[in-house]
């Protein structure tokens, strides 16, 4: 565990940072994220919507969570954890979100598709990182030193809604991919895949299959 | 007569304690997972888990921001009386819920499946699942709430009796290395699996079983609990750990629960509760006295039994 390579990065993060990042390194975050998901891309994306505030220079971090939170009665918030949320349902915006905003990290759940790293992340200079555990929303939340914003509450509702998150030694977050494309998850089950076959052997197939079934245990599930 | 008071104020803690402290267990389940744990990622992971749940505890904030889907089991004594009965008691959850939601605060995750509204307090319709339990010769009310994570981690397949022991363990691991891939169950998790019953009722006894019995807890048939020993040590084989890395981590514990099923069929579901296994319980005694554990003590003998009378022992 001692072998863990661990960084600390302030925001917006630079290219050189990024570039020195590689697979299986912790990182701790000081700075500006903000939260978007399935809600922020339907209206930005599809809709066309203008993005509410201009995050050039003030982040380039995309959390893909949503916090446990409530309004407190003189409008403040009160931020108890942040949790990810599996990042693969939002492959399809990844493209169109990152050259709108210049984004150049993404932190999620579960990672993305592994050609999402090859064609879209790693040609654009973005990076992955997935949050530890995943359940680790107390440690993120303590890391949240202020809601510095939020847009389309009313809206979206408080999982859904666009949040500004003022971090202090935010994390901790595992490099997922690189800049070269390379993804920890995707190494680490290929090692795994090769020990299933032994897992089966000797055990008979069931009487009825199921439609649709495969046998090919290295099918990605994303 | 329980004064209906007395379930605001339990149904509301619990729900305080089930999100904010990992029950001991679970907890001690985990650590002991870090010795045997040789991958740096893998055991990298655990330790992280075993701080958020300190800075949870700590700070009196929730493990995981994502509040799954939390319900009540309430267990009621043949001998209680609850003031302003069922209905009453019903509502004292639903209060207790919207409560919590705000209070704690817990994440709002309950919303129309076809809407998408949302009240922002985890209450509609259905909401929380509220599931009825009996207990003879007792006067007391158990009242368990379990926040499960509500995604990913469960599936369910009709098998048949010619299917035998392999054709559960195969689907076992089927819905394991499918589920623990990249850690979407957010393993390692106490792996409930229901065997037989009617379809719903076999999604039930293993949801049951996964979340309403404690990390080291066995079945009361021996051969039953060899299974259980024996899934254990199929998952951890594996080769996978948390976050679906290269390791030996995937099941805290396995727990097995029957109910007698089609003389055609062998049903089975899997369900995993996860890094936040949360749940906590609270005993409503007749005289108003409340007492909190993080044991439901969900299956008793008369919860298994297999007679069709029950004579009080
Ligand atoms: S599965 Fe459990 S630990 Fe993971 S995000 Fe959901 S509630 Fe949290």
Not at chain 1, 29 to 53: C, F, M, N, S
Not at chain 2, 71 to 93: C, M, P, Q, T
Not at chain 2, 171 to 193: E, M, N, S
Request: negative net charge; aromatic residues 8%.
């Amino acid at each position: 565990m001692s072998e863990l390579k661990q960084v600390r990065l302030s925001l917006p993060a630079t290219a050189e940072d990024i570039a020195t990042l590689e697979p299986g390194t912790i990182v701790f975050l000081d700075g500006v994220v903000y939260t978007a998901r399935e809600g922020v891309y339907q209206k930005v994306i599809a809709e066309r919507k203008p993005l509410p505030i201009k995050l050039d220079g003030l982040s380039n971090v995309n959390f893909h969570c949503s916090p446990a939170a409530s309004r407190n009665d003189d409008g403040s918030f009160n931020v108890g954890g942040v949790t990810a949320t599996a990042s693969f349902r939002f492959s399809k915006w990844m493209q169109d979100w990152l050259e709108l905003t210049g984004t150049r990290i993404v932190i999620g759940k579960g990672g993305m598709p592994r050609d999402d790293y090859k064609n879209i992340l790693a040609p654009m200079g973005a990076v992955y990182l997935t949050t530890v555990g995943y359940g680790t929303g107390a440690l993120l939340g303590r890391g949240i030193t202020k809601v510095r914003d939020v847009f389309w509450l009313d809206e979206l509702g408080i999982a859904q809604a666009m949040w500004l998150f003022e971090v202090e030694n935010f994390g901790p977050f595992i490099v997922d991919s690189d800049l070269k494309g390379n993804s920890l998850f995707a190494t680490h089950g290929d090692q795994i895949n090769k020990g299933l076959g032994a897992l089966y052997k000797g055990l008979k197939a069931p009487a009825l299959r199921r439609y649709g079934e495969t046998d090919n245990r290295e099918d990605e599930v994303l | 007569m329980i004064a209906i008071d007395r379930f605001d104020e339990a149904a509301f803690a619990i729900m305080q304690q089930a999100a904010i402290d990992i029950p001991e267990d679970y907890r001690l389940g985990i650590r002991s997972m870090v010795d045997g744990e040789t991958q740096d990622l893998s055991s990298f992971v655990l330790k992280t888990m075993l701080d958020n749940w300190e800075a949870a505890s700590g700070d009196r904030r929730p493990m995981c921001a994502d509040t799954g889907l939390p319900r009540y089991y309430i267990k009621v004594g043949n001998d209680a009386s609850i003031e302003g009965g069922f209905v009453a008691l019903e509502r004292a959850l639903r209060h207790a819920t919207a409560r919590a939601t705000q209070e704690v605060p817990l994440r709002p995750n309950r919303v129309h499946p076809l809407w998408r509204t949302d009240s922002n307090n985890n209450v509609g319709i259905n909401a929380p699942e509220v599931e009825w339990s009996f207990e003879p010769n007792v006067d007391w009310v158990d009242v368990t709430t379990v926040h499960k994570g509500g995604l990913f981690g469960t599936d369910y397949r009709m098998l048949f009796p010619g299917d035998g022991i392999d054709g559960i363990k195969r689907f076992y691991l089927d819905t394991l290395v499918a589920f623990g891939k990249r850690g979407l169950c957010c393993q390692p998790a106490i792996i409930g699996v229901g065997l037989g019953g009617s379809k719903d009722t076999c999604m039930q006894l293993g949801k049951q079983a996964a979340c309403l019995r404690t990390v080291g807890d066995r079945n009361p048939d021996s051969k039953i609990a060899d299974l259980e020993l024996e899934l254990k040590d199929m998952a951890n084989n594996i080769g996978m750990g948390p976050m679906g890395f290269v390791g030996s981590s995937m099941a805290v514990d396995c727990h097995i629960e029957v109910g007698y099923t089609h003389t055609g069929g062998m049903p089975i579901s899997v369900h995993t509760f996860c890094l936040s296994s949360r749940r906590a319980t609270a005993r409503v005694h007749a005289d108003g006295k409340i007492e909190y554990r993080t044991d439901p003590r969900w299956f008793t003998p008369y919860m298994r039994r297999d007679t069709v009378d029950w004579s009080a022992s």
